[in-house]
């Protein structure tokens, strides 16, 4: 069975940085591109990020500069480190596949709250 688990959000102040996990099970990572989405409360989810398989990354211009995508194929694993979060960077962070036709269901997602 094809799931997704996120983790490594928090709390944190502006200015300041996490590292987000994306551990991938099944056919649903390896040799596809990956990507990381946000929802925000009351807005629909938009694509911060994404890699493909052999590590062309693709950011989202809101956070262009301050987040890098990362991905070990190796471990079905894939990373987002953020930097120089901003207020309008809370949202509840996911990863699947870039691709509708590649996605599985949608995990629990991980909390980033940016606030003083």
């Known amino acids: 069975q094809v799931q997704l688990v996120e983790s490594g959000g928090d709390l944190v102040q502006p200015g300041g940085s996490l590292r987000l996990s994306c551990a991938a099970s099944g056919s649903i990572f390896s040799g596809k591109s990956m990507a990381w989405y946000r929802q925000a409360p009351g807005k629909q989810r938009e694509l911060v990020a994404f890699i493909t398989s052999g590590g062309t990354t693709n950011y989202g211009d809101s956070v262009k500069g301050r987040f890098i995508i990362s991905r070990d194929n190796a471990k079905n694993m894939m990373y987002l480190q953020m930097n120089s979060l901003k207020p309008e960077d809370t949202a509840v962070y996911y990863c699947?596949?870039?691709?509708?036709?590649?996605?599985?269901?949608w995990g629990q997602g991980t909390q980033v709250t940016v606030s003083s």
């Open positions: 699947n596949a870039l691709t509708f036709q590649y996605r599985g269901s």
